[in-house]
């Protein structure tokens, strides 16, 4: 069992950065690759960006690339989303999610944090 816990939301103008953070419980938390989902409201849960187990490798939406970036901490059970020029169009509830296999979809991840608001102010 992991259980994802994330922090750091919150209300910004257009423009401006957040840093998300997820820490996660247990022991096999470098063991997973780790993933960042969004939804806002009225619209489907979205891959916004993935980490594999070593931090190697990293993966992003289009719509983020360039502007956002994540990273992981295995001695501290954590990982990081790096939100840089944000837009209101980022506004949304944000996820870490936990899976043995990167996918851009949600299907695959077996476990899921509570979320984080994030709002960007125009």
């Known amino acids: 069992q992991v259980q994802l816990v994330e922090s750091g939301g919150g209300l910004v103008q257009a423009g401006g950065s957040l840093r998300l953070s997820c820490a996660a419980s247990g022991r096999t938390f470098s063991t997973y690759v780790m993933g960042w989902f969004r939804q806002a409201p009225g619209k489907e849960r979205e891959f916004v960006a993935g980490?594999?187990?070593?931090?190697?490798?990293?993966y992003y939406a289009d719509s983020v690339k360039g502007r956002f970036t994540i990273s992981r901490d295995n001695s501290k059970n954590t990982v990081y989303l790096q939100m840089n020029t944000l837009k209101p169009e980022d506004t949304a509830v944000y996820c870490c999610?936990?899976?043995?296999?990167?996918?851009?979809?949600?299907?695959?991840?077996?476990?899921w944090g509570q979320g984080a608001q994030v709002t960007v102010a125009s």
């Open positions: 980490i594999s187990e070593s931090g190697g490798r990293t």
């Open positions: 999610a936990a899976t043995r296999v990167f996918s851009r979809v949600t299907a695959p991840y077996d476990y």
